[in-house]
């Protein structure tokens, strides 16, 4: 495995690929790899003949309240395992490198509408730090495919909508989300949970599952079921950020036509943040 720390010699590599006509996945991360992003890596060389994989801890989707000095680092296990896995390049680039004007003078990239709603409603910016690093990293390491987890529901949106509409020449994919034995998805914040609140956190899935159960069994009021579920979170000992019942291409509240949906949860645990999403299709009403 090549690790590379400069944007030009980056480029200079991905010459030789282009002149050997090589299929190029990238898998874009922030490092602290788990299974979930592991699982990634795999799909991507089921794909592809040339697998990139980017370690960067973005500062520009932090907002100011939040861990990106307490952002776990765990370069030399992460580099490990990737190279078992036979990844073919590790980018690590330095924040001086990526942001060489500085933050406050970068231009950046925002998705309008799917930034703002629900997630982007609560971390405001959040998502313009996301689509503006992805679009700079799709620009240095101009991959044919990349691979996002489907944990984040909302960001996989976000990105597939600024490849759209910004005419990127490369297929996004989504993975299924990765899960503990106990149902928690995987994430690199679960570390941070202790003791009693990780016996908890795999009762937000185990809820998620119940309400999507009532809906397929005919329940419809969709916000007050979602309110329901909220208040019973929250006596379990869960601070509820959102949990909405969406349309899964353009996640707007549901028309009654719309029978492919996803219910998008965001929950705290003492200062832990968790995400998860459930896809499903609507049943006919018994």
Wanted: with cysteine; aromatic share 8%; net charge neutral.
């Amino acid at each position: 495995m090549q690790l590379i720390t400069k944007i030009l010699d980056l480029r200079e590599t991905r010459r030789t690929w282009q002149n050997s006509a090589k299929v190029i996945a990238f898998v874009p991360t922030m490092g602290n790899l788990h299974q979930g992003h592991l699982n990634l890596v795999r799909e991507a060389k089921k794909h592809a003949d040339i697998v990139v994989v980017s370690i960067f801890i973005n500062p520009m989707q932090f907002g100011p309240d939040e861990d990106l000095e307490a952002y776990p680092r765990t370069l030399q296990s992460d580099s490990r395992l990737l190279e078992s896995l036979g990844v073919d390049v590790l980018f690590m680039p330095d924040a001086s490198d990526i942001y060489a004007r500085g933050l406050e003078q970068q231009t950046f990239v925002e998705v309008p509408g799917l930034s703002y709603m629900i997630c982007g409603a609560s971390r405001p910016g959040h998502f313009r730090g996301v689509a503006t690093i992805v679009c700079k990293l799709f620009n240095m390491v101009q991959p044919n495919l990349a691979f996002f987890g489907e944990k984040d529901f909302q960001q996989l949106q976000v990105i597939k909508a600024m490849v759209t509409d910004l005419s990127m020449n490369l297929k996004v994919f989504g993975v299924a989300t990765t899960r503990e034995d106990d149902g928690l998805a995987m994430s690199s914040r679960n570390q941070y949970l202790r003791g009693a609140h990780r016996k908890l956190a795999p009762t937000l899935y185990e809820k998620m599952q119940q309400l999507v159960g009532e809906i397929q069994t005919g329940r419809r009021d969709f916000i007050k079921l979602t309110q329901e579920y909220k208040l019973e979170l929250s006596k379990l000992g869960f601070n509820p950020d959102h949990l909405e019942i969406r349309n899964i291409e353009n996640l707007l509240q549901p028309g009654h036509e719309d029978q492919d949906l996803v219910l998008l949860a965001a929950a705290f645990l003492g200062k832990t943040r968790l995400i998860d999403n459930l896809q499903f299709r609507l049943k006919a009403k018994i």
